[in-house]
């Protein structure tokens, strides 16, 4: 079983193959991951980039335009680049190695998030016997969000063996388009920030515009953000975990669902629950119609999870979504 389940992690922590630079909390361990947190170390920087051979505090100091002090509420401006120190760091044994994606809330407020290692080859892949800090790569993409210390972004996941893709099952995921309903919201351009601590707080038409079809499509616009759900009901069991594979770009010209993982128990109830979908257009316009395919879902064995699976019981923010917005709108 690929998948490391809560109590893994858990037994990861007390072994001190996953510490901090604060106590990590019980609130961080969700049912196949871990919430990764912010430090107060963040550097607003020229570029993004992969290190490779080249030590992180080198590029820092060849990118970095100003240091920022994360121990208070800060502003990080859309459309620009910080790069932010994380509190957890790892020291992973030899069959152990970890993934990163960004949480549910980030995607759906359009946060481009990417997590970099020392020595690191590509973006949010952490490799076995990986010793060491973590950073994390910040883009606002359709708002400016206040943040500061100790604040969630990404979360992790950690797997077992060198067979990391054995799959057992996978199904396809479309797009619901219903007319004369409300079938997506499309983010603002001009808006004020939003700070990520402040929930169930902000009026969503100050932020979005809903769109209501005459049919059963729509066309996306370049540079747009949407945020659109599954025509499919997702049912995710306690002894599976799940993570939504967008197809290659012959399938579309956009980017879809930033986060992409699914923790057991998620929609685990008699009809199930849709996917939400965050989609942005390339380069160009992009006709999408209902029923259209964005993805695959794939699943992957646990160890069943007998009490704390995703759902009501640990206040996963998301359990009964259908179309909605990030937690942070009333």
């Known amino acids: 079983m690929p998948y490391l389940n809560r109590e893994d992690i858990l037994t990861l922590i007390k072994n001190k193959k996953i510490y901090s630079n604060k106590i990590i909390n019980k609130n961080q361990i969700q049912?196949?991951?871990?919430?990764?947190?912010?430090?107060?170390?963040?550097?607003?920087?020229?570029?993004?980039?992969?290190?490779?051979?080249i030590k992180?505090?080198?590029?820092?100091?060849?990118?970095?335009?100003?240091k920022i002090d994360l121990s208070k509420n800060t502003l990080l401006e859309k459309n620009c680049i910080y790069l932010c120190e994380l509190n957890e760091k790892l020291d992973l044994p030899k069959d152990i190695m970890g993934k990163s994606n960004p949480k549910s809330t980030t995607g759906r407020l359009d946060i481009f998030t990417r997590v970099i290692t020392e020595n690191g080859r590509e973006y949010d892949l952490i490799n076995y016997k990986y010793k060491g800090k973590l950073y994390l790569e910040i883009i606002p993409q359709s708002f400016s969000i206040i943040i500061k210390k100790n604040t969630s972004l990404n979360q992790i996941r950690f797997f077992k063996g060198s067979n990391i893709e054995n799959k057992i099952k996978q199904i396809n995921i479309s797009v619901s388009i219903n007319k004369k309903?409300?079938?997506?919201?499309?983010?603002?351009?001009?808006?004020?920030?939003?700070?990520?601590?402040?929930?169930?707080?902000?009026?969503?038409?100050?932020?979005?515009?809903?769109?209501?079809t005459k049919d059963n499509y729509f066309i996306i616009e370049r540079n747009e953000f949407y945020i659109l759900r599954s025509k499919e009901s997702i049912i995710v069991k306690n002894d599976q975990a799940a993570e939504l594979e967008p197809f290659k770009d012959s399938f579309g010209n956009f980017r879809v669902h930033y986060a992409g993982f699914f923790d057991?128990?998620?929609?685990?109830?008699?009809?199930g629950t849709p996917a939400v979908l965050e989609l942005r257009a390339y380069d160009t316009p992009f006709i999408i119609r209902d029923g259209q395919l964005v993805g695959?879902?794939?699943y992957y064995k646990i160890d069943e999870l007998k009490k704390k699976s995703y759902g009501v019981t640990i206040k996963s923010n998301y359990f009964n979504q259908n179309l909605k917005l990030a937690k942070q709108f009333k």
Do not use: H, M
């Open 31 to 53: 049912p196949a991951s871990l919430d990764l947190t912010l430090s107060d170390k963040c550097y607003r920087i020229k570029a993004s980039f992969i290190p490779n051979n």
């Open 264 to 271: 057991p128990g998620f929609g685990n109830n008699k009809s």
């Open 181 to 212: 309903q409300i079938t997506a919201y499309k983010a603002k351009k001009i808006t004020s920030a939003i700070d990520l601590n402040k929930i169930n707080f902000y009026r969503s038409d100050k932020y979005w515009e809903k769109i209501i």
């Open 56 to 66: 992180i505090s080198k590029v820092i100091d060849e990118l970095s335009l100003t």
């Open 296 to 298: 695959q879902l794939n």
